[in-house]
C-alpha cells in the first residue's frame, strides 16, 4: 500500500529544481526533478548492521531508529553524527552517503511512502518535510497507529534550517551538538559577510533550473547565502520562491554574475563548453565579463550545517570571478 503525500507551491517549485538536480547526478534515465536542498521521500530493505545506536529516544527506553525521507535532512543528521540511528533513506539519497551507508533500506520518494517498508524497518522516527497544512490524515494516522514519531522539518530559510538542527538534536538526543553545529554555521557566514561587506554588490541571478527556467527567488535560503557573500540577488523581483523565468526576463534583469546550477555534473570547461556558451552568447553584463559560472557542486542547492561552503563559493564567483572549477 503507498500513500501520496503533498506539499506547498513553494516546495513543490523546489523540489522539482531538486528533482532535476539530483536526476542530473543519476543520470538521465532517473526521474527529472534538486535540494536543494533540498527534500524527497523514499523505500527499502535493511540497515547496515555495523553502525548500531547506543543512545535512547528522547521520552522512551527504545533506541532511535530513523527513516529519513529528506536528502538535507539525512545530511544533517550525518553531520550531527547520527549516522547509527538511520534505518532508511530517500533513493535520491545515495549518491550524497558515504560507502558504509549505502545498503540502507531505500522507503520511497517525495511523492510515495511505501507503507510495509516502512514497518518492515521499525523506525521510530520518520522524517518528512511538507507545508502542515498539507499533511495528510491518512500519514497521521500511519504513524499514531504504529508509534512512530512524525518529525516535519522545514528548510525553506536559515532560520528553519536552524530550527530543523535543533528538531532533530532533540530527537536523536544530541541537542548540546546541534547547538554547537548552528553557533558554527553562524560563525562562518557572519566571517563570510564581513569579508566581502565593503566591497560592491554586484546584480546576481542563480538559475536553479535550466528545464523549465527557475531562478532563486526572495525568501529561500539561496537568497539569503547569495546576500550574505554581499551580492544583489535581482532574482528576488520575480517573486519568492523559485519562480519561472525567460530568457527575455534574464536579459532585462542584467545581471553582472550568472549562476548556473547545474549539481551533480562535471565542472565547467572553459567558454567553449557547450553548457556555457549560450549563456555567454546573451547581451548580458555578465556574459561581457566572462561572469558566468556553473554551480556544480553535489550539495550546492543542499540546506544542511554546512551551507556557510555555498556562501563561501558565492563570494569567490561573485567578487573574485576567477573560480572554473567548483565544488559545493
Known sequence: MKLRLYSNQCDLQFRGAAFKAISAFLGRGAMAAGILALVILAVGCRKTASLPSNRAQAGGPQPVRIACTVPAATQMLL????AGDLVGVSSYDRPLLPPRLQSLPIIGNYLHLDHETVLNVKPTVLVVQMAPARLPLSLTHFVRRNRIQLVNVRLNTLPQ???????LGSVTGLTARAAQAIAKV???????????????????V?????QPLMAVGRDTFLDQLIRVADGNNVGEKLGSGYPALTRETLVD?????????????????????PRIAPWLALPIPAAKKHQVYLVT???SQMPTLQVYKIAALFGRLIHGGKIRKQGG
Open 297 to 299: 557542486g553535489r550539495r
Open 206 to 210: 542563480f538559475v536553479i533550473d535550466t
Open 253 to 273: 534583469l542584467k545581471p553582472q554574475v550568472l549562476l548556473i546550477g547545474l549539481p551533480g555534473q562535471p565542472a565547467v570547461m572553459g567558454d567553449a563548453d
Open 79 to 82: 553531520q550531527l553524527g547520527a
Open 161 to 167: 534550517l536552524y530550527a530543523s538542527a535543533r528538531l
Open 186 to 204: 553562524q560563525a562562518r557566514l557572519a566571517t563570510i559577510h564581513h569579508l566581502y561587506v565593503a566591497r560592491r554588490h554586484p546584480r546576481v
